[in-house]
């Protein structure tokens, strides 16, 4: 990982041009992408960082942009979601009815009805 604010324009240009640079991130958000992404070219160049690949992305703890590596992102955001809520009887949102009132919001479960055997 290398910070934007490490380097001159003219190191830039160069690590770019040898391949040494692949993919730009956004150090406080976790985000890599392409160099070319609209959205990390509106970056402060403070939060601006470089990487070689992916490989090197992903081992920093970054996850991919959803503008530029939509695929991947689609992908990592699917793996993410299903490691932080797993499927149970207790998660289901259907098991859970909201009362609303004037004052307050509440939750309150509700039994499922019983099936005739």
């Avoid at 207790?90 to 039994?111: F, M, P, W």
Wanted: with cysteine.
């Amino acid at each position: 990982m290398i910070p934007h604010s490490a380097l001159t324009p003219a190191e830039l240009r160069q690590k770019i041009k040898s391949s040494e640079i692949m993919l730009g991130g956004n150090r406080r958000l976790k985000i890599y992408g392409t160099l070319t992404c609209r959205s990390g070219k509106r970056m402060a160049v403070a939060q601006r960082v470089f990487f070689a690949s992916e490989a090197e992305a992903r081992a920093y703890g970054f996850r991919p942009c959803g503008h530029c590596l939509r695929n991947k992102y689609r992908k990592w955001k699917a793996n993410s979601s299903a490691k932080r809520n797993p499927v149970s009887p207790r998660n289901r949102v259907s098991d859970r009815l909201v009362v609303r009132n004037s004052t307050e919001t509440q939750c309150q479960t509700k039994t499922p009805p019983k099936t005739r055997t």
